[in-house]
């Protein structure tokens, strides 16, 4: 042996085959799970199965003009359609106090899409109870002759997240754009960027 190294001791005892995990079950859990699924939808009745949730950009340049799901809606996206936190969450509406929508076009969509929820829901009211007047932005509660014609339908097929293509036109290069340097043209308006300050104060002397 040299040097400060490790004295070999290797333990080769692991006895492999007990942890081996069979995964022969796999078909009968997935019909299990499917079943499952049927008796939640049959169990919720009219009610759509899961919650409403935003479309927002993914992050990384790499995959920001797609759109998907969120995890939930903005305090300022529900406080533009007067909707409380607590009474968005108890009519199937996702909530997100920490995302922030970073383009006002992401914010009008999304409040669109909880204008349009509020408008197209239809509450039953509670425990056999009377009809109650809605509150925090909730709609007033519905007649029990509504619901004998709902169907479920779930929140993709009523709220889709549309995506749009993107459409690439091409034309011919004209004169101009071949004389237009972007490069120079960056580096000047980053010049005059990083010397704002020092000019607009030397006119300030200047003047004064």
């Known amino acids: 042996m040299r040097h400060n190294n490790v004295i070999p001791n290797v333990h080769y005892h692991k006895n492999f085959k007990r942890w081996i995990r069979t995964w022969y079950?796999?078909?009968?859990?997935?019909?299990?799970?499917?079943?499952?699924r049927q008796k939640a939808v049959a169990e919720a009745g009219f009610r759509p199965i899961g919650m409403l949730r935003p479309i927002v950009h993914p992050p990384t340049q790499r995959y920001n003009m797609k759109t998907r799901l969120g995890r939930g809606f903005t305090l300022e996206e529900l406080s533009a359609c007067g909707i409380n936190k607590k009474a968005a969450m108890s009519i199937g509406?996702?909530?997100?106090?920490?995302?922030?929508?970073?383009?006002?076009?992401?914010?009008?969509?999304?409040?669109?899409?909880?204008?349009?929820?509020?408008?197209?829901?239809?509450?039953?009211?509670?425990k056999g109870k009377k009809t109650k007047k809605g509150f925090a932005g909730i709609p007033n509660d519905s007649a029990r002759e509504e619901f004998k014609a709902l169907k479920n339908?779930?929140?993709?097929?009523?709220?889709?997240?549309?995506?749009?293509p993107l459409a690439v036109k091409t034309h011919v290069i004209t004169s101009e754009e071949k004389k237009f340097r972007a490069f120079s043209t960056l580096r000047k308006q980053l010049i005059e960027a990083k010397?704002?300050?020092?000019?607009s104060t030397s006119k300030a002397k200047s003047s004064a």
């Open 25 to 36: 079950n796999q078909p009968g859990r997935k019909q299990s799970r499917r079943i499952a």
């Open 195 to 199: 010397n704002f300050g020092k000019k």
């Open 153 to 164: 339908v779930s929140h993709e097929k009523a709220f889709p997240v549309k995506t749009q």
């Open 93 to 126: 509406i996702a909530v997100d106090h920490r995302r922030t929508d970073l383009s006002e076009e992401t914010f009008q969509t999304n409040v669109d899409r909880l204008k349009k929820y509020i408008n197209g829901i239809v509450l039953q009211p509670r």
